[in-house]
């Protein structure tokens, strides 16, 4: 069975520094795609980032809405089958609970929810003003 199990969220000011962690089990994710999401209340769960392995140029791509583009870095573990999002300079508008992502499907947009078929729990991340 597959889980992804998000950890690292809580409170921080605003301008702070949070570092989110998913680590997946029951199946390797090495060569496709993961990332993370996100829900405000009363909001639509949204793109954040993702991290894609190309294997046409044998590489990962990062991705990144342009909201969280130059204060969020996404990064993964394959040693340790895990995800990463370090948030810098955290605003209240970031408040959500953060979703990590895994797909083992094919063809989609990166960027879009229905592209992944495997989710975590979530884990919420508070700032404060």
């Known amino acids: 069975q597959v889980q992804l199990v998000e950890s690292g969220g809580g409170l921080v000011q605003a301008g702070g520094s949070l570092r989110l962690s998913c680590a997946a089990s029951?199946?390797?994710?090495?060569?496709?795609?993961m990332g993370w999401f996100r829900q405000a209340p009363g909001k639509e769960r949204e793109f954040v980032a993702a991290n894609e392995w190309r294997g046409s140029v044998g590489a990962y791509f990062a991705y990144y809405s342009d909201s969280v583009k130059g204060r969020f870095t996404i990064s993964r573990d394959n040693a340790k089958n895990s995800l990463y999002l370090q948030m810098n300079s955290l605003q209240p508008e970031d408040m959500a609970v953060y979703y990590c992502?895994?797909?083992?499907?094919?063809?989609?947009?990166?960027?879009?929810?229905?592209?992944?078929?495997?989710w975590g729990q979530g884990t919420q991340v508070t700032v404060s003003s």
């Open positions: 029951g199946r390797t994710f090495r060569h496709d795609v």
């Open positions: 992502a895994a797909s083992s499907l094919s063809g989609g947009r990166t960027t879009d929810h229905s592209r992944y078929n495997y």
